[in-house]
C-alpha cells in the first residue's frame, strides 16, 4: 500500500485521511492549476489521501 503526503509532514498533529465522494468531484479543479492535492488523487485514481492533520484542515478550507 502506498502513503501519500501531500505537504508538510506527520508532526505532532498525527495523520488523517482526507476523502472525496467521487473522482469526477476533482473535476471541478482546473487541470493545468489544480493543487497539488488534486493532482495527486488524480494520479493515484484513489478517492482517499493520507495527509497531516493541519493540512487536511487546509484542504477543507480551500
Given at each position: 500500500m502506498e502513503?501519500?503526503?501531500?505537504?508538510?509532514?506527520?508532526?505532532?498533529?498525527?495523520?488523517?485521511?482526507?476523502?472525496?465522494?467521487?473522482?469526477?468531484?476533482?473535476?471541478?479543479?482546473s487541470p493545468t492549476e489544480a493543487p497539488q492535492w488534486v493532482q495527486a488523487m488524480r494520479a493515484s485514481r484513489r478517492k482517499t489521501l493520507i495527509v497531516c492533520a493541519r493540512c487536511v484542515s487546509r484542504i477543507r478550507r480551500a
Open positions: 502513503v501519500v503526503f501531500v505537504v508538510g509532514d506527520r508532526g505532532r498533529d498525527g495523520i488523517t485521511v482526507h476523502h472525496v465522494k467521487r473522482l469526477a468531484d476533482l473535476n471541478r479543479y
